[in-house]
């Protein structure tokens, strides 16, 4: 059975940083390219950063230069590590590769 699960969320304020990271387990994580996106209410889901599986790395423009993906093979673990916050980037993170999603993480970024 394949999972996904968020982790790494919170409150904090414009500025600083936080760093999300999404466990896989029942897929061959080395070899599926993973993504991140974001939702708020009312709003589709956004794509925020994509990884594939050999490093090929794309971001969203709104978070270019602030945001970061990685991914650790050994840990089957996805990544985004999120500096200079801001209040537009609250939202629910969710982690996904083709049809399957993680059940979310809040962000919450207060001005």
């Known amino acids: 059975q394949v999972q996904l699960v968020e982790s790494g969320g919170g409150l904090v304020q414009a500025g600083n940083s936080l760093t999300l990271s999404c466990v896989v387990s029942g897929a061959l994580f080395r070899a599926i390219p993973m993504m991140w996106y974001r939702q708020t209410p009312g709003n589709q889901r956004e794509l925020v950063a994509s990884i594939g599986p050999t490093g090929t790395i794309n971001y969203a423009d709104s978070v270019k230069g602030r945001f970061t993906i990685s991914r650790d093979n050994a840990k089957n673990t996805l990544y985004l590590q999120m500096n200079s916050l801001k209040p537009e980037d609250t939202a629910v993170y969710y982690c996904?590769?083709?049809?399957?999603w993680g059940q979310g993480t809040q962000v919450t970024v207060s001005s």
């Open positions: 996904y590769f083709p049809t399957h």
